[in-house]
T-cell receptor, first 115, second 112 residues
Framework: EADIYQTPRYLVIGTGKKITLECSQTMGHDKMYWYQQDPGMELHLIHYSYGVNSTEKGDLSSESTVSRIRTEHFPLTLESARPSHTSQYLC??????????????FGEGSRLTVL | QKEVEQDPGPLSVPEGAIVSLNCTYSNSAFQYFMWYRQYSRKGPELLMYTYSSGNKEDGRFTAQVDKSSKYISLFIRDSQPSDSATYLCAMSPSGSARQLTFGSGTQLTVLP
């Protein structure tokens, strides 16, 4: 079972609020990811991190930002939430030296609703 | 046009049935093919992983890749209610998770 944790699991907030979605993993993986998942749609990569202090934008443009100052921690921040940010956000990690290099270990997700 | 197409379902079958889930793709560079299972209100978890063409079997699950047709399948034999989930195909030109492209998922319900 993957040891990757996301908080909060559910969040309902008003427009204009700043929010941070937390993601932590205890597997020591260097590579971490944030995906956005909407009902009936593909997972889209919005942020990627190779390791501490190394992040890049994903394939889907996002107004969110991320930081990686510790290997185990990869928070995502929205400075001013809008209804268009309503979605499920999934955090994941991977280990290139693991059984399958392309395997992603996912957290349970943070479902964000912006009113 | 999407790089990966997956029938969203929903698909409902009786317990014990053989289930066939499929994806088609357009990018001939894809070499690594995966199936993830996602239970309701959970994150996806890797179910099957194959490289290039051919079949791979793991218990009741068989993954099949036909690169000439750009078509992949997941077969579930003797389906169980516990198999009820959304199944996501994913593929990559390399072994890197960074380059994964996901399908939109097929929702499966196995009725007792």
């Amino acid at each position: 079972e993957a040891d990757i944790y996301q908080t909060p699991r559910y969040l309902v907030i008003g427009t204009g609020k700043k929010i941070t979605l937390e993601c932590s993993q205890t597997m020591g993986h260097d590579k971490m990811y944030w995906y956005q998942q909407d009902p009936g749609m593909e997972l889209h990569l919005i942020h990627y991190s190779y390791g501490v202090n190394s992040t890049e934008k994903g394939d889907l443009s996002s107004e969110s930002t991320v930081s990686r100052i510790r290997t185990e921690h990869f928070p995502l921040t929205l400075e001013s939430a809008r209804p268009s940010h309503t979605s499920q956000y999934l955090c994941a990690s991977s280990d290139p030296s693991g059984r399958w290099a392309g395997e992603l270990f996912f957290g349970e997700g943070s479902r964000l609703t912006v009113l | 046009q999407k790089e990966v197409e997956q029938d969203p379902g929903p698909l409902s079958v009786p317990e014990g049935a053989i289930v066939s889930l499929n994806c088609t793709y357009s990018n001939s560079a894809f070499q690594y093919f995966m199936w993830y299972r996602q239970y309701s209100r959970k994150g996806p978890e890797l179910l099957m992983y194959t490289y290039s063409s051919g079949n791979k079997e793991d218990g009741r699950f068989t993954a099949q890749v036909d690169k000439s047709s750009k078509y992949i399948s997941l077969f579930i034999r003797d389906s169980q209610p516990s198999d009820s989930a959304t199944y996501l195909c994913a593929m990559s030109p390399s072994g890197s998770a960074r380059q994964l492209t996901f399908g939109s998922g097929t929702q499966l319900t196995v009725l007792p």
